[in-house]
């Protein structure tokens, strides 16, 4: 069952070269609401937790470095089918593949420098939300009025 929430970062990359500002207007003009969101800079031992599932690929070891070389923002999403709705957003993981006009292709460098990250189920969403929120930090939102 799809869950509503996603959750990402805007990757040190993009922050360096001043993207902020045009991507998260991407995800309000797609419809996402921003739950929860922090400006910091991850340390190699936060950054190498976050991507443990990875640790045996290649690309681990670089992946770590580059996350945390700069600020990062972290962000919890909020929309119907957030997950999928935001990996179509974002497009593919090589910002070379991506679709013209997604985040990738607009704001990444290469695979692993490509501006931003989403999570890729609901599972993880959760996961990786609480890597970086703590319970009171994912705000409840009321959607009464």
Same mark, same amino acid.
């Given at each position: 069952?799809?869950?509503n929430?996603?959750?990402t970062?805007?990757?040190? $990359?993009a922050?360096?070269?001043g993207f902020?500002? +045009?991507?998260l207007?991407?995800?309000?003009?797609? !419809?996402?609401?921003?739950? @929860?969101m922090?400006?910091?800079?991850m340390?190699?031992?936060?950054?190498?937790a976050?991507?443990?599932?990875?640790?045996?690929?290649p690309?681990?070891a670089?992946?770590?470095?580059?996350?945390?070389s700069g600020?990062? $923002?972290?962000?919890?999403l909020?929309?119907?089918? +957030?997950?999928e709705?935001?990996?179509?957003?974002i !497009?593919?993981t090589?910002? @070379?593949m991506a679709?013209?006009?997604t985040?990738r292709?607009l704001?990444g460098?290469n695979?692993?420098?490509n501006?931003?990250?989403?999570?890729?189920?609901d599972?993880?969403?959760?996961?990786?939300s609480s890597?970086?929120?703590?319970?009171?930090?994912?705000y409840?939102?009321?959607?009464?009025?």
């Amino acid at each position: 069952m799809a869950t509503n929430r996603t959750f990402t970062m805007i990757k040190p $990359i993009a922050v360096s070269n001043g993207f902020s500002g +045009a991507i998260l207007k991407m995800f309000h003009e797609a !419809g996402f609401r921003l739950i @929860s969101m922090k400006y910091l800079q991850m340390t190699p031992g936060q950054a190498g937790a976050f991507y443990e599932v990875h640790k045996d690929k290649p690309f681990y070891a670089s992946l770590v470095e580059f996350m945390s070389s700069g600020p990062i $923002i972290a962000a919890i999403l909020e929309k119907e089918n +957030a997950v999928e709705e935001f990996r179509k957003l974002i !497009g593919a993981t090589d910002p @070379s593949m991506a679709a013209p006009g997604t985040i990738r292709n607009l704001y990444g460098k290469n695979l692993t420098e490509n501006a931003v990250h989403g999570s890729d189920s609901d599972e993880n969403a959760e996961l990786e939300s609480s890597f970086f929120f703590s319970g009171i930090e994912q705000y409840p939102v009321d959607h009464s009025g």
